[in-house]
């Protein structure tokens, strides 16, 4: 869950609703949107503990056809996209202190049609970050668990650290807190809420491996819950710090606002190491993505939905090869292509429309299945779940309404996925596709 997010989208939060009291509200609120979703995620977790997340839940409650959209949307843009902008924000970030590293001026380019893939000193380190990351969760759970929580241990601790010092010793006011701000309109809030429930992405990720977590029905439910309340209260501190270091009109629009805030409290020295941690964060959360991802293509492909090779698992890792491997080449020409911003830019709503779904996915299985044995039963069911399913649904007719071409084309992407389904379903037909598991 936490990115490189939480240091660049509070700026655009606090420019779309500028008081102090909204933005703190706008993150209280996703904190609890957040919240409500993974304990709907912890109970369709505990009762299909299968690979694949929200794939598996439409599937089970909405069809196919629903379920493939949704893992089509993460391939193309959710998850590769994501991967390819962090990896890239990466190399930015190590630039400042090895300039080589963030130089993005072509070495060699190569024109594909309206595509031009881009050679550059920047391009080749977010490569390296992606094939690196993918090389460890290429050999299991193991490894990679041991990565992956070695940099959620550094970069959880050093954001406490730096919100202690900030508020103890750091040279800000509270002031800044009683300033007035301009109004803030409902339609304006709500679509503050899309940059905010993207810097909450990944409170669902541990849904995702569940299939192959030890006592799924125990384990992912605690995961779910204990991972998102930490994260809630640590992104909350931190927008109160900003508030504290800086008044709202010095980091509105500001895409370097931790940098900015450490500098202000805790001098130079501060932004710098800030700067570091950054890469720790934002490569923390690459490898989540990396491990999380080719689990939906893995569940695709075990259902005929995918490329047949997806479904294969590694004898001796026991992990789904073939999808990471696919996973991390889409998401190297996405960076030598420069378009993940534009398929994130178009797909930023879609995060929320897949979730709020699979939270529905809920209702539709207790009301089909009432008596099926649940090791693990969403907590403040059924209202908690309603709230973030309507919450979800405003915010997806909000960000059409108020940003239709956006909108518009992350639904065609989104729809281009039919006719691939329809190849999917007709080869399905002719070959049946693998059935193998990964396992701990």
């Given amino acids: 869950m936490i990115g490189v997010g939480i240091f660049t989208t509070p700026g655009f939060v606090a420019q779309m609703v500028p008081h102090p009291l909204a933005i703190l509200g706008v993150w209280i609120a996703g904190g609890l949107l957040a919240f409500s979703g993974a304990m709907a995620y ?6 299909r503990p299968r690979a694949g997340g929200e794939y598996v839940y439409l599937r089970e409650s909405f069809g196919p056809l629903a379920a493939f959209l949704t893992g089509w949307t993460s391939f193309v843009a959710g998850f590769s996209g994501a991967i390819a902008a962090g990896a890239v924000g990466a190399a930015a970030y190590l ?20 595509l031009t893939l881009s050679v550059s000193p ?9 094939a690196g990351l993918t090389i460890v969760h290429l050999r299991g759970l193991g490894p990679g668990r041991l990565v992956q929580n070695t940099l959620a241990g550094v970069k959880v601790a050093a954001l406490v650290v730096f919100v202690a010092l900030g508020f103890s010793i750091g040279r800000g006011s509270t002031a800044h ?30 849904a995702y491996v569940a299939e192959e ?45 931790g940098e900015t805030v450490a500098a202000r409290l805790l001098g130079h020295a501060a932004g710098a190491a800030m700067g570091l941690l950054a890469i720790v964060i934002i490569l923390g959360s690459l490898s989540a993505m990396v491990l999380a991802g080719p689990r939906i293509y893995f569940a695709m492909a075990r259902d005929g939905l995918f490329f047949p090779g997806a479904a294969k698992v590694h004898a001796g890792y026991r992990t789904p090869v073939a999808a990471i491997v696919a996973q991390a080449i889409w998401s190297g020409l996405l960076v030598l292509s ?13 995060v929320v429309l897949f979730s709020g779904v699979a939270v529905c996915a809920l209702f539709v299985l207790r009301w089909r299945r009432p008596d099926e044995p649940r090791p693990f039963r969403a907590w403040g069911y059924p209202v908690a779940p309603a709230i973030f399913a309507l919450a979800s649904l405003a915010i997806v007719l909000n960000a059409i309404v108020e940003s239709p071409r956006p909108s518009a084309a992350g639904l065609l992407l989104m729809a281009s996925g039919i006719p691939v389904y329809g190849l999917m379903r007709a080869k399905r037909r002719r070959t049946p596709a693998p059935s193998t598991t990964p396992r701990a």
């Fill in 122 to 130: 920047q391009a080749l380190v977010a490569l390296a970050a992606i």
């Fill in 213 to 257: 977590v030890r006592d799924p029905g125990r384990n992912v439910p605690r995961a779910l819950a204990l991972g998102t309340l930490i994260v809630v209260v640590v992104f909350v501190a931190l927008n109160a710090l900003y508030l504290y270091a800086l008044p709202i009109s010095a980091f509105a629009g500001s895409i370097e606002v």
């Fill in 42 to 47: 912890a109970e369709l977790a505990a009762l």
């Fill in 95 to 114: 630039g400042r202190f090895v300039p080589a590293a963030g130089d993005a001026r072509p070495i060699v380019a190569v024109s594909l049609g309206p």
């Fill in 338 to 350: 420069g378009t993940f911003a534009q398929l994130l830019t178009y797909t930023g709503f879609a």
């Fill in 177 to 206: 807190f009683h300033a007035a701000g301009g109004p803030v309109p409902a339609s304006t809030w709500l679509l503050a809420l899309i940059p905010v429930m993207f810097s909450y992405s990944g409170w669902n990720a541990a």
